[in-house]
Nanobody
């Protein structure tokens, strides 16, 4: 059983930065695809970024169009942790951010494909 712990959220002004962390315990972390999703009030949960696991070859990375050039996902398998560096934040980035793990290496942007979820961390960007 994999457990995920997301952290790093907070209140920041527009244009600022935050780094989210997703620490995993249990399971074969190297082989899992990891994704960040977010859910704003009244909206559906959407994929923000994802990174493939070891068996998928070089770590493939994907970003939602809305965050390309501003957000960077990375993983440190020695620490069983995935990061989401968020720069140039905008008020529309305000949401609860969730990390999720998939028991295969191939990353996807569908919530249905992920097997484990963290508890979420709130990011609030003020204008």
């Amino acid at each position: 059983e994999v457990q995920l712990q997301a952290s790093g959220g907070g209140l920041v002004q527009a244009g600022g930065s935050l780094r989210l962390s997703c620490a995993a315990s249990g399971g074969d972390f190297d082989d899992y695809a990891i994704a960040w999703f977010r859910q704003a009030p009244g909206k559906e949960r959407e994929a923000v970024s994802c990174i493939s696991g070891h068996d998928a070859g070089d770590h493939r990375i994907g970003y939602a169009d809305s965050v390309k050039g501003r957000f960077t996902i990375s993983r440190d398998n020695t620490k069983n942790t995935v990061y989401l560096q968020m720069n140039s934040l905008k008020p529309e980035d305000t949401a609860v951010y969730y990390c999720a793990a998939r028991r295969t290496s191939t990353d996807t942007d569908s919530t249905k494909d992920y097997d484990y979820w963290g508890q979420g961390t709130l990011v609030t960007v003020s204008s």
